[in-house]
Structures are given as C-alpha cells and as structure tokens.
C-alpha cells in the first residue's frame, strides 16, 4: 500500500472518505449500563444510536497504522453517558494515541491491576493510552462528541476480556457533574 490522504471536518467530526463504518445501537451493548432497567426501557422505546466509527482501511500487518475516528452520540442510560463498549488489544503490549475533534468527553481506562485513569478530551486533547491498558471512551456532553485514534493496524480488539469483568469505575451525570463511581458489576477475575 502506497501514500494515500483523507479529511476529517472539524465542524462535523465526520471523516470523509472512509473505507468502513461500524454502528453500534443501544442493543449491541446488553450488560454494559449499570442499571439494566434504565437499559431495558430505554431498547424498546428506541433503539438509538450509540456510536459510529468511521475506518480507513490498511492491511492488519505490523508496521501499518489503523486509523479510525469515532463519533459518540449524547444519551445516557439512567446515570451513565452514552459510551464505546470498550476493550483490550489482542495483542496487549500496543498502544494506541486519541485526539479530540470535537464535543467533550473522556476516556476511561483500567489495566489487569484494576489501577483506573480517566482523562478528559476536549478539541484538542490527545490521550495516550499506554500498552496494558483497556479503554472506553464516553460523551459527556449534549452534543456529539468525536475523536481520531491511531493504533498499530496488528492489534486487534479483544472485548471478550471487558465483557467478563466490566470497568472497574462508571462514569456519571451528577446532578450535571461528570463523577466516577464504583462500577456495583465489576467482577474482577
Ligand atoms: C478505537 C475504538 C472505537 C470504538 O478506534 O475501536 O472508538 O470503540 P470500541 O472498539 O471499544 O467499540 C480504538 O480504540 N481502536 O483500537
Ligand atoms: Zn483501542
């Protein structure tokens, strides 16, 4: 594969020109809200949109750069911002670099120590997310909120891991506050 270019608007947070998109609605994320009423109700009144993430394609081999920018919609379930499922990288010693295009959220991340940093991203803002370390972005405002992230195109997504244990800490709406709060499902294994 050769040079190529593409466009992220900055107004919009949209990448033109992409190869592929990934939709996720609120019913491809069972489990993952804390309050599984707020989350049953919320399924069969709509199945809104949760986020998309718009990819460019490059071969899964060592040495490309996988680049993708995610759009988070605003929402909540009961408490909880609207938010990425979340995940490891298969191959764990990858990381991976997030910058903030538009809105303001933040990023959650938690490695196998159940040590937690929560960073938060607005235009602007880029984000490590170091090796080790899982990762879920979420939208703490009341518009939408997108980022780019780079990551090594061989890493993988290993969401299986997250699915099992959820994240250690939730991230809430307090009375119009962002907060973290202990995660009442986390199993740690
Ligand atoms: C991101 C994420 C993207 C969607 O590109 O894949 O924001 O989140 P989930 O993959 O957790 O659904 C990234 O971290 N890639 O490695
Ligand atoms: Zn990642």
Known sequence: MGPF???????????????????????????????????????????????EVFEKHVPEEEGQLAHAVTVIYPGKIGDEYFMTKGHFHTKPNTAELYLCIKGRGGIIMSN???????????????????????????NTSDEEFAFLAIYPADAGHDYGSIEQTGFPKLVIDKNGKTELIDNPKWNKS
Do not use: C
């Open 5 to 51: 270019a593409s466009r992220i608007n900055f107004n919009t947070g949209v990448l033109e020109q992409y190869d592929a998109k990934v939709v996720r609605k609120l019913s491809d994320m069972a489990s993952m809200f804390a309050n599984d009423q707020a989350y049953k109700q919320a399924v069969s009144a709509e199945d809104e949109l949760v986020y």
């Open 112 to 138: 196998e120590q159940g040590k937690v940093s929560y960073l938060e991203m607005v235009p602007g803002s880029m984000v490590y997310v170091a090796p080790y370390w899982s990762h879920r972005t979420v």
